[in-house]
């Protein structure tokens, strides 16, 4: 930021622009067909989900709050009925 002359504010809208577009663009890549399986496709996919989640608004790695206990609690522990 020091580096251009931006702003906070500036750099993070700059940044939320990119990931936006980078979605756009992983999104576009899955719904056209290729000759890689889908369920190949889904695991950079998944992983990038579980990243935006847990450092969207914070770093919710190194410093868990309830909202991402509540994430864990709701897919480990909590059952799902199927059928």
């Given at each position: 930021m020091k580096e251009h002359g931006a702003t906070e504010e500036a750099a993070i809208v700059e940044l939320t622009n990119q990931v936006n577009d980078a979605w756009k663009i992983i999104n576009k890549a899955c719904l056209n067909p290729t000759r890689i399986p889908l369920p190949v496709l889904m695991r950079p996919l998944n992983l990038s989900r579980v990243m935006e989640m847990l450092y969207k608004n914070e770093d919710a790695?190194?410093?868990?709050?309830?909202?991402i206990k509540g994430f864990v609690t709701s897919v480990l522990i909590d059952s799902v009925p199927i059928a």
């Open positions: 790695f190194s410093n868990p709050g309830d909202e």
